[in-house]
């Protein structure tokens, strides 16, 4: 699954107290996590936890149950260190391991079965809202109709009783069958946090830095695309507790030749 190809620009940004998102949570070898730890004062566990676990779990779960490294917090962090070459990814996690110690921390990182969010919330550094519901009006694209190039998605997220920690995903129905998708954190927010239109936008081109020798890169051929957005509690898709989708919204668009 190809994820480059959706920009999401940093525009949204969910209520004007709220710094602009980065979507950095799915990308291999992310640099921001160092950005994270430099800026650590007043730091947000909830983020930090979910970029880190998606980068890291797997890696964690193979030492932990293929090489049994499972004595410290410090032995276990110092091997993720030294496995992924990223002395960020240590430092992380060293702070999340100690705040539940190495035993809880094992039996969490199994227990969360790959799932970021879910195991940031056993960790307790993400916020639960069972209650929570949201859902997605006025979605359209610019332009709807029109060669390839950038489009702006814009859409407005309404909820009464606010929404847990989740996901936001974007997912493009393509002509060659090339699924195209993205996705962003969620922070849990209260009813009040969602008031403005969201933008955000499609680079719907040929990416110039995907290499085709990594997997096929999607040509934006001339067609009718449909792009389907999905916001949810915990992960989308996810058949874990604190995890449903709120709602799904989608909306065509037509590239045309040249
Ligand atoms: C909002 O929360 C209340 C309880 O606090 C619950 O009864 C209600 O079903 C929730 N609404 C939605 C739309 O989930
Ligand atoms: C939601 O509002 C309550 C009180 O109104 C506040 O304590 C809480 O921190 C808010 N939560 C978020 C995520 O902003
Ligand atoms: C895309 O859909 C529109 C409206 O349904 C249709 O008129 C048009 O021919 C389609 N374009 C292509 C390239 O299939």
């Known amino acids: 699954m190809q994820k480059l190809a959706l920009v999401l620009a940093a525009l949204l940004a969910l209520g004007a107290a709220h710094a602009p998102r980065s979507l950095s949570i799915h990308t291999p070898n992310s640099p921001h ?18 970029e880190f676990t998606g980068e890291a779990i797997n890696m964690l779960l193979n030492l932990i149950l293929n090489a049994g490294i499972v004595g410290s917090c410090g032995s276990l962090c110092n091997a993720l260190e030294q496995k992924t070459g990223s002395q960020a990814l240590g430092v992380v996690c060293d702070l999340l391991c100690d705040i ?27 916020p639960i809202n069972d209650n929570g519901d949201a859902t997605i009006t006025g979605l359209s694209i610019d332009p709807v109709k029109g060669p390839q190039g950038p489009r702006t998605i814009s859409f ?16 493009v129905k393509t002509v060659d069958g090339m699924p195209i998708e993205d996705s962003m954190l969620l922070k849990a ?37 449909t792009l389907m957005i999905d916001v949810c509690n915990g992960e989308c898709g996810s058949n874990h507790p604190h995890s449903k989708i709120y709602d799904r919204k989608e909306v065509g668009f037509e590239i045309t030749e040249q």
Not at 156 to 171: A, F, M, P, R
Not at 190 to 212: G, H, I, M, R, Y
């Open 100 to 126: 539940v110690g190495i035993e809880e921390f094992v039996k969490l990182i199994q227990k969360a079965d790959l799932d970021p969010i879910y195991f940031c919330e056993l960790l307790k550094t993400c």
């Open 189 to 225: 927010e209260n009813a009040t946090a969602f008031p403005a239109p969201q933008s955000l936008s499609l680079k719907a081109e040929q990416d110039p830095n995907c290499d085709p020798s990594q997997g096929p890169c999607e040509q934006w051929l001339a067609g009718n695309y």
């Open 33 to 50: 996590l160092s950005g994270f730890i430099r800026s650590s004062v007043g730091l947000d566990l909830c983020p930090t936890c979910v």
């Open 156 to 171: 407005t997220l309404n909820s009464k009783n606010g929404t847990g920690t989740g996901e936001l995903v974007l997912l």
